[in-house]
């Protein structure tokens, strides 16, 4: 699979900012050829200077949403080109552009529901169909990565449209994954607990206040044990390098997840009272 970053071409999503700026920082190091996107302009702008900074290539990057089919196309359409040849393709893709939004199902709109899955899965759909087929027909084998979440893993409260979004991008990886495999192409999914990123703090939390001091105390208490984004990116590598499936970023993640698998009965008990602190600390309003 992919032993060396050098020379790689590395298709990023989501590198203007928290965990995609640090992995295109971290693959600039290491000498990999990128092409990079993200929805915020001016962070990817950022980030492009930032890595051309350090002597990386930049060749392709572009403003959009992937959860435009029609704008993830042209983009791959575009990194192809400049690729050149009978057979263009990357070595590398990583979907790590994502969106969050926590709320019980009485709060939810329509609109958080279609958007989680709109960004998180049908987005990493949308890069898969425009890049893998093209690794595939060039035989030099490569490596996919889905960035999920602890919230792929496991129940965690108030997550359900957040959890339909990472529980299926992580389905869709395991399938890939033996997939892909006779085409040497490896496949990986990373499962974040905390990280401190700008979705910590801008995260929609639905029909509660933010601002309340309540609140507030949970934010921070939830930042104060989140890993950083750089972090996360060597992780990444090091875990896309050995071929791993679930790349794990923090050591309470892989214990919490271990408890699910061999004590259901218990984990099961464990959610229930954490659901019940969960909201009875952030006391959403009333419906109605």
Known sequence: MVQSYAGKRCVLTGAASGIGRATALKLADEGAELFLTDRNAEGLAETVADARARGATVTVHRVLDVSDHDEVAAFAAEVHEAIGGPTPAVDVVMNIAGISAWG???????????????VNLMG?????????????????????????????????PWHAAYSASKYGLRGLSEVLRFDLARHRI??????????KTPLV??????GVDRDH????????RFSGHAVSPEVVADKILRGVARNRYLIYTSADIRAFYAFKRVAWWPYSVAMRRVNVIF??????????
Not at 125 to 136: D, T
Not at 201 to 206: A, E, P
Request: hydrophobic share 45%.
């Open 201 to 206: 703090q801008s995260v929609d939390i639905v």
């Open 104 to 118: 019980t199902v009485s709060h939810l709109t329509h609109r958080h529901w279609e958007s989680m899955i709109s």
């Open 186 to 195: 490896g496949v990986s999914v990373v499962v974040p607990g905390a990280v």
């Open 213 to 220: 001091p309540q609140v507030q105390k949970w934010v921070e």
């Open 279 to 288: 909201t009875r600390a952030l006391r959403p309003s009333k419906t109605g």
């Open 124 to 156: 990493p759909i949308h890069v898969i169909e425009n890049f893998v087929p093209a690794m595939v027909l060039a035989r030099r084998g490569g490596h996919l990565v889905n960035v999920s979440s602890a919230a792929g893993l496991v129940a965690l």
